[in-house]
């Protein structure tokens, strides 16, 4: 059984670029997650749809930062314009979103670096 | 406003000994507490996670103590081995609602 599989898992962009991140969450599940992790602030959520709708948009990082989910197989993070401060490694993550308290899994990342 | 607290940012422990990981939270309203273990390059990973209706659980090595009037609960992880050398979050989450709180980590380093 695959798990949640995010592309790519490194990424190197210009300052003012352009990047989009793919994951691929668990087949079957409804919740999806994204997440940026740096050592300083932890995890932190940057958008949470369940059966493919934005449930939640982190507000700090609405301006720039932009989730969406193609269909219930795939979604993409599209930061647009990078800058330096975003770099940090992107999480994507899925549950089956059977109430609270159901466990999350995670992808291995994609860690971008932004110069 | 940090809602997951977790102390100390880093412990070092020798293989053998216990390892005590704190998390404390803010919002009476959770009631699911996961903990989560990350080793380098790979995302975290549920290790065990508690109710609040319960006040311990137990899964080999590793054991959640959970003290709700305090809002505090502990993982203990007992015989420490040199794998166990990880990155461990508290998270915590409202009935109903699936997202977590994540706590900023705690970097366990077990010396053999």
């Known amino acids: 059984d695959a798990g949640v599989t995010q592309t790519p898992r490194h990424e190197v962009a210009e300052k003012g670029q352009t990047i989009i991140l793919k994951c691929e969450p668990v087949?079957?599940?409804?919740?999806l997650f994204w997440y940026r992790q740096t050592k300083i602030q932890g995890l932190e959520l940057l958008s949470y749809f369940r059966s493919k709708s934005l449930m939640e948009d982190g507000g700090a990082f609405k301006d720039r930062f932009k989730a969406e989910m193609l269909n219930s197989s795939f979604s993409t993070l599209k930061i647009q314009p990078t800058e330096p401060k975003d770099s940090a490694v992107y999480l994507c993550?899925?549950?089956?979103?059977?109430?609270?308290?159901?466990?999350?899994?995670f992808g291995k990342g994609t860690r971008l670096t932004v110069v | 406003q940090q809602q997951v607290r977790q102390s100390p940012q880093s412990l070092t422990v020798w293989e053998g000994e216990t390892a005590i990981l704190n998390c404390s939270y803010e919002n009476s309203a959770f009631d699911y507490f996961p903990w989560y273990q990350q080793f380098p390059g790979e995302g975290p990973a549920l290790l065990i996670a508690i109710r609040s209706v319960s006040d311990k659980k137990e899964d080999g090595r590793f054991t959640i103590f959970f003290n709700k009037r305090e809002k505090k609960l502990s993982l203990h992880i007992t015989d420490s081995q040199p794998g166990d050398s990880a990155t461990y979050f508290c998270?915590?989450?409202?009935?109903?609602?699936?997202?977590?709180?994540f706590g900023k980590g705690t970097s366990l380093t077990v010396i053999p």
């Open positions: 993550a899925s549950s089956t979103g059977q109430g609270g308290g159901t466990e999350v899994f």
């Open positions: 087949s079957g599940h409804n919740d």
């Open positions: 998270a915590a989450s409202i009935p109903g609602y699936q997202n977590f709180y």
